[in-house]
């Protein structure tokens, strides 16, 4: 994979969806002047022996706390060890990576007051896979990702655990393990490490791209649904969706049209088919879907601007020696973006699910009950439905916004916060919901397609059928269905079923064109 040279606050979001996704990072060597100065400028400040908030204060409603020189390290290395608060399961290796490609790009800009050894030290525990354990509860989105940050940074001094090559091991250890050297704080350095949206950005970003993914999928298998339920083509016109004008709509109609191209199924029926409209989860599939595409695309604008920023606080320039005090840690773009995303993962499933039920009624779909050959003796796939169902009510109850919240922290000082780490975590376990629903999908519309014998559909979509007939045989009787799901979501979540359509151009959360 190729690598991503991080060019901070120019990055395009398909180098943070690389980086996600495995790809190996650098920073810029153009940063270093920058990040110099700053550091230089914090040295500066300390000699007007002036207050400078978390330079040479306390923090939160501390912050009217001077502290002695001789302290000022020890100040930093106490703000990173008190914060070490998160609990929970650790924080995925993708977007931990990610997180920490994050904390680089804002550091780097130079504002943060941050020497350039300590981001040197940062770009190595990318290089070397040396990845702090970081507990996913603990943030409240406001005052920065304290909680999951100080974890990022307690590694680079030598508390705590980090996970490398597989294995958990002090951080103290395996940074020596690694040939890299504990980092000792210098002032500022502490409070720029913590202060920051980075875990709350990359756990956004995480559920935008997985929610891309989920997207595409359903693509795939609505136009198989289509199919196995002879479904029409024709509110997939273009001409329809030119005079509702959203972009997304219009993007999803054309990639519909070009999955089922050429298919014997679809013309088969496109005379004198006396049903003349669709179901809705078939026929306002360029309407629902484009609509979660949009909203995806805009979560993507704002996501992309935040993985840019600088969210730290107070922020140090350089050119007058000033630390200004602001409010760019506070995470609420991030909670907002996140909070659409889960809307979209939400429908997604939504309408997977109802096209899983209409084709098992064989009055909406023409086809066997429960798509067996044997209605009664057998249920067929009765219950994945129900399974899907049950996934998609749980996805609803996790839809509700987090952005709505906010509880007051720190005496009050830190009085209004955004929840977005908690609106962000939550978007890996309702992409994975979305992703099974969808994965039954794919099982349930290759088993109605089945019932279409001496008749192919579209090239593009008899390849996700073979790919599905490697995993899943066509089901004559009931069986263990448990492996025959598992496949399904498989196929899915790992991205193979969108390599089987790799030749037909699918819409995703970057617009080409216009």
Not at 413 to 441: T, Y
Request: charged fraction near 20%; hydrophobic fraction near 45%; glycine fraction near 8%.
């Amino acid at each position: 994979m190729q690598r991503v040279v991080l060019e901070p606050g120019l990055d395009p979001l398909s180098a943070f969806r690389a980086i996600y996704f495995g790809a190996p990072v650098v920073l810029s060597q153009s940063y270093r002047e920058r990040v110099q100065q700053g550091a230089l400028a914090v040295q500066r400040i300390l000699t007007r022996d002036a207050p400078a908030y978390g330079i040479n204060t306390g923090f939160g409603r501390l912050a009217s706390v001077r502290i002695p020189a001789s302290d000022l390290q020890q100040l930093q290395k106490n703000l990173v060890l008190s914060h070490c608060t998160g609990v929970g399961e650790n924080l995925a290796r993708a977007t931990t990576r990610l997180m920490i490609a994050l904390k680089l790009t804002s550091l780097a800009q130079g504002v943060s007051g941050v020497r350039p050894e300590t981001l040197t030290l940062i770009e190595d525990l990318l290089t070397h896979d040396v990845l702090p354990c970081i507990p996913v509860q603990g943030s409240v989105g406001a005052s920065g990702d304290l909680a999951p940050l100080a974890h990022l940074a307690a590694a680079l001094i030598g508390v705590g655990d980090v996970m490398l090559n597989g294995q958990k091991l002090p951080a103290a250890a395996a940074l020596s393990g690694a040939g890299l050297s504990t980092l000792t704080l210098a002032p500022k350095e502490g409070l720029a490490l913590l202060n920051g949206t980075q875990f709350s950005t990359a756990c956004a970003l995480s559920g935008l791209f997985e929610a891309e993914r989920l997207f595409q999928a359903a693509l795939v298998t609505g136009a198989l649904s289509t199919e196995a339920a002879k479904g029409s083509d024709t509110p997939f016109d273009p001409r329809i969706h030119a005079l509702r004008r959203h972009r997304g709509q219009i993007d999803t109609a054309a990639a519909l049209l070009r999955l089922m191209a050429g298919s014997q199924i679809r013309a088969s029926h496109r005379d004198a088919d006396p049903r003349v409209q669709d179901p809705y989860c078939l026929r306002c599939q360029p309407q629902v879907m484009g609509a979660a595409l949009d909203i995806l695309r805009q979560a993507a604008t704002t996501l992309v601007q935040e993985a840019n920023a600088v969210s730290d606080n107070p922020l140090v320039f350089a050119d007058t020696d000033e630390v200004l005090s602001g409010g760019n840690f506070h995470a609420q773009p991030v909670a907002f973006a996140a909070d659409v995303i889960a809307l979209a993962i939400c429908e997604i499933g939504s309408m997977s699910e109802r096209r899983i039920a209409m084709l098992l009624d064989p009055a909406l779909s023409g086809l066997p009950p429960f798509l067996t050959p044997q209605p009664g003796l057998c249920s067929g796939l009765m219950m994945p439905q129900v399974t899907a169902a049950a996934l998609v009510s749980e996805n609803k109850q996790r839809a509700h916004p987090a952005s709505v919240d906010s509880i007051p922290t720190s005496a009050n000082q830190e009085d209004h916060v955004s929840m977005a780490a908690h609106g962000a975590r939550r978007l890996a376990a309702m992409n994975e919901n979305a992703m099974a629903v969808v994965g039954i999908e794919l099982v349930t519309a290759a088993q109605g397609c089945d019932f279409h014998e001496g008749m192919a559909s579209s090239p593009v979509l008899e390849e996700v059928r073979k790919r599905v007939r490697e995993k899943v045989p066509p089901l004559v009787e009931d069986r263990f269905l448990y492996p025959d799901l598992q496949a399904g979501l498989l196929l899915v979540k790992s991205g193979a079923l969108l390599d089987a359509v790799a030749e037909v151009s699918l819409p995703g959360v970057e617009r080409v064109g216009g």
